[in-house]
Structure formats: structure tokens, C-alpha cells
């Protein structure tokens, strides 16, 4: 093979917000796939803020990626060669396959894609693990209803952009927030929610216009100010469905109490019989993936479900668009292509 | 009839904690029953917690008491006259009948009582209101397993007790959180509780060397210094059921968060997949009240039930006992013999 493997390691564990010195491009000869594995060249990379987490070694729900290591992520690309069966070059297939050009991998621990359905990068958002997670938590945790009032943070990133039309198509009245007006410009003008307001102006006047009678379901990725706006506003018997808290990743990377800022009295959790739960993905969603991906479908047909990539070339620039992300410059579902 | 109806009336909103003055006695003519009504005399009153936010006319989700008007509560008494068909003098009956000796109610609100199954006071702790609401609050929410580490706080209280003792005898570890030695000493030699910390003592200490591997349920009567406590050692897929925050009736009644304390950071509901979850008791708890008597009763046969109750005498010592329990200075399920 003519092409090196490049890659892009975990140098150092950040302090606070990741600088571009704690990742390390390295060029290593591409790997040959053993009996029953597959070489993989991944073509689409998914970046992903869980990703700060796997970056700091506090106690989360999944092991840190080892200093030198290669980043964790998803990936799509085609198979190169296979020394399984269920395999055969020139296969579209998804996996855990990290920030690298290629990939040897266990045949069991891949997908295959079919790209006749949506494009190859689509798997890695909307009919990716992004997707799964605006599916999963609705289902699970939101439960939103026709004429219910849903609020989405981070409304144009990767998940809420799919939460947020998931909602809208069971019939409920869905609100997003992001930052800055053309963000909420295409949420609401492409992605048809009812309103989206920018969580840089004043949110809880805002709030006032568009949720005055309260709100049912919070999708919760930001935490930070968009909560303390958001929180006291439930109706009785609302949801907070809890993804995540990005604002906070940097600051308090899978933080238990210690160093982590207040968040709000729970009084109104009682008094209005609140639902306050968080999931992962991982859990068991994949388990469930045949089922989503019908509904994710069913959803581009009849015209219900639009999304944004946010498509940025070369896997050497992995590290800016990752530093990017968790600041909130990217806009819409972020890969990198590589090329 | 020779008596007059002794009641206790709402006289002022408290600020604050509820004072003696906040109260007023007053003695009217026992009133008659008219079609389809019954007139009861009250044997012993509950007084409970939540009472506190009825005092106030801060949004909640039942209405105020007005000012001037009977002091609600629930009562277990008997029949002196009926005009339904349902009903007869010497009736055993429990219902929502206020702090007063004698009331007229309609009969559909009435709950005929068994005393051969227990005391007639049991049916206002073990039997009524707070049993019912640790019966559903573990069916619903907590969920516990055998196993599996479950906390209760305020753990010799109406409420508490029972909590603890459905958890042990569906085989979890129970840990009970109360207030002194002597509450203590009961919970863990009466009630059988594995352990009970004392609150007033170094909390985080006894949680170390008693939860050292975590909380999967966590009964949440108090807020306060305990939640601070507990909440950073959930486990995994942990529980909290969010019964009442006594800590803070006084100081930010029916609080939205304006005035109220911060809680903690919600980043781990996200990390360990935490479900917070609220209810009240009077939503859906009363139409499954007959399974519900029938798992108590079963507990009370085969002995893994027991519960102790601190009664005071006389209705005119119901505002002084009810200030107390707002202090925690009952011990048991408060009631107040009505001579």
C-alpha cells in the first residue's frame, strides 16, 4: 500500500479547555487484518464532545484513552481487505474505529451501511450514534405528546437538531436554543421548529414569549446559564431528559460535586413531580438500532427530518474542529473527511 | 349533643417557621349531616409535613388553606349520624377531615376502616397517607432490589420507617439517616434497619465506612446538608425519590428556585445515568390503596413490619406538636388524640 496510516494521538491530558499540544499526529505503516478482522480506510470521522471525557482520566462511565494512544471516535469509510467471511472489499461500513486513515478491526465490532439509503457521512449523525441518542432519550426519558411544549438546547448540533424534529413530529410544540442568530435562523427556518432563541441575548425574556405557560420537556446538552434559565419553567410532571453539560466539560471534566458549580435547589422536582434522569447512549441503544433506523427513515420520507453537517477536510485539522466544538463554533453535526 | 366542635383555624401566613399565633382555637356548634352526608367524630388527627405548604399561599400544588378556615388534615374517627345508605353510627372511618372534633362530610369521601386489622391511629402512618406514600414512592421510583444499597432519610419518621422497611424486606441493605442517639438506636434495634447514621454527627464520615461502595436509592425527606451528603455517591443507575425537602419548608415554602438554596451540579444525573424523580402521594397513590393494605398487612403478619408513633393529646396541642415536627422533634409518626 502506497499510503502511510495517519493518525492522531492523545499526547497529554488537558488542563481545562484542550490546546493543540495535547494531540500528536503520527504516520505508521497501515496494519494487515488477521483471521477474522478487516483493514478498514476510514473516509469520515465523527467528532463528538463525550470525546472530552475519554481525554481526562476522572472516574466517568467509560476508560480514559491511554496517553500515546489513538483518539477514540466513530468512523465510516470502506473495507480495504477482509480475512472474514461477512466482509468483502469495497463494503461501506461504520465503526469505533478512531482519528486514523485506517483501521484493523474485529469484523464483529463493525456495521455495515447501506449508502443507498443516505449518504455515507449521515451515519455518523442522523442515523449515527447522534441520532440514536436523540431517539433513545425521547423514547426513553422525554416521552414528548402532541400540543406538549419541548425545549432543545444546542439545537443546531448533532443531536438536538434530531431531537428537536423527533419531537415535532410526534405532534408537540418544540423550542430550541443555540447561539447567535443564524444558528437559530436554520433551526427554525430549515429544521421548521417553532421558535429557536439565542441563548447569547436574554434568554429568560425570551422564554417569557414563547413558553408562557411552562414547558414539559427539557433536552438538557449545555447546562450553565440555558439551565438556570430553563429549570424553575417546568409544568407539572415535565421531563428533563439529561445528555449532557457541555459548558461544563472543560471546567469540570465528569465531575462529581467536588469543584463542580451549584446547580438549581431540587424543591420544584417534588412540588411540580419532576423526572429528572440522565442516560448514555452505549447503554443499550445500539441494541435498538434496527428499530431506530426505520423511524430515522421513515422520518427522511416524508420529508419530516433535515439535518446539517458541518464537514470540515483533513484529518490533521481534527484537533482545531475538536477544540471548536466544545466552544460551540461548530454549526451543525461536525466530521472531519479524510482524505 | 352536649359537646361543641373545637376546631384549630388558620388565623395568618406564617413567615417562616409557623407560630403558635399563626393558629387560632375556636368552638362552634357540632354541625348536622344533610342528604348523602355523615357527621363524624374525630378520634386522632395526622399531622404531617406537607401541612406546612397548605399555611401558605405561595403557588403549590394543592390550594391554600384559607385564613379563617379550618386547618386540613387527614382523621380517623367514627360515625355519630348519617343520612347515606352507606354509613351507620359507630362506623369506623377515616378521610380528610380537618383539625376538629366532629365534621360533616359527604359520604363518598369517607374510607371505611378495619380495627381488627390494626389500631384506628394506624391507619393515619403504617396504614394511611405516609405509608402509602413510601409504599408507591419504592414502587414507582425507588424501585429497590435485593442487594442493592438504599439510604433513607429522616429514617424514624412517618414516612421514613416504612421506606426502609418495604426496601428490607425486598432484601436490600438499609441505611436510615435521623436526628440524635435514641431515633437512631430505634431505627436500627426496632425497626431493623442495617445501620442509622446520625445527622447532627460527621455525615460524610458514617457514609464512608457505611456506603463505601456507593447509594443506589436514596429516599430524599430532608434536603439540606444531608442531600449534600448523599448525592455524590450514587452509583450507577441510581435512584432518587424525591418524597419532601423538610430542611427548607420554613425558609422558601413551595419554592421555585427564587430564595431557595442552590442544590448540586447535575452533571453526574448524566454520568451515572441518575433518575430524580418527584411525586405526590394524592396524585394516583389513593386507587391503589387496597393493594397497598394488603402488602402492609402481609407485613405486619410475618413480623418484618413494625412502626412507632408519638401521639399527643389534645387537639389544642396540635399547632405547638405540629411546629415541632417541623423541627424534627417528633419522634414517629406524629398524631394528635382528639379527646
Redesign the interface.
Known sequence: MSENNLQVLLKRRPQGAPVQEDFEMAERPVPLPGRGQVLVRNRFLSLDPYMRGRMSDAK??AKPVDLGGVMEGATVGEVVASDDPGFAPGDSVMGGNGWQRYCVVDAGRLRRVDTSEASLSANLGVLGMPGLTAWVGLEDIGEPKAGETVVVSAASGAVGQVAGQIAKARGARVIGIAGGAAKCAFVKDELGFDACLDHRGDLNAQLDVTCPDGIDVYW?NV?GHV??AV??RFR?FGRMV????IS?YNT?P?????G?????????????????????VS?SGWQRYAQFRAVMLGLMKSGELRWKEDVVIGLEKAPKAFIGLLKGENFGKLVIRID
Request: aromatic share 8%; glycine share 14%; proline share 12%.
Open positions: 466517568s462511565y438538557e447546562g439551565q438556570e429549570f424553575p407539572d439529561m445528555c449532557g453539560m461544563q469540570a465528569g465531575a462529581d460535586a467536588t463542580a458549580p451549584p446547580g438549581p435547589n431540587l424543591g420544584p422536582i417534588v412540588r411540580k413531580r419532576l423526572r429528572v434522569q440522565g442516560f448514555i447503554d
